[in-house]
C-alpha cells in the first residue's frame, strides 16, 4: 500500500500500548500519522513516531495520576 495520512483517536490503557505498536510501524512504511488524546492521560504519550494533538478534559493531570 502507498503510504498516506492517518488520524487516530486511541482509547487510553491497554488497547492504545497495542495500538502504539502497529503505528510505530506504520511511520516506518511512510505513514504520516496524527493521535488526538486528551491533554490529562495515563499512558497516551508523545514519541517520534506521530504528532500528538491534545483537546482539553474537566479532570487535571494530578487527578489521573492518583486515581489510577
Known sequence: ???????VVPQDGSH???M????????EKGHEIVVVVPDAALF????QSFT???YSVPYTQEFV???Y
Do not use: C, P
Not at 1 to 7: H, M, N, Q, V
Not at 20 to 27: I, S
Open 65 to 67: 495520576d492518583k486515581y
Open 52 to 54: 500528538i494533538k491534545t
Open 16 to 18: 492504545w500500548l497495542s
Open 44 to 47: 497516551l504519550k508523545s514519541s
Open 1 to 7: 500500500a502507498d503510504s498516506g495520512k492517518l488520524l
Open 20 to 27: 502504539r505498536m502497529v503505528l510505530e510501524k506504520l511511520w
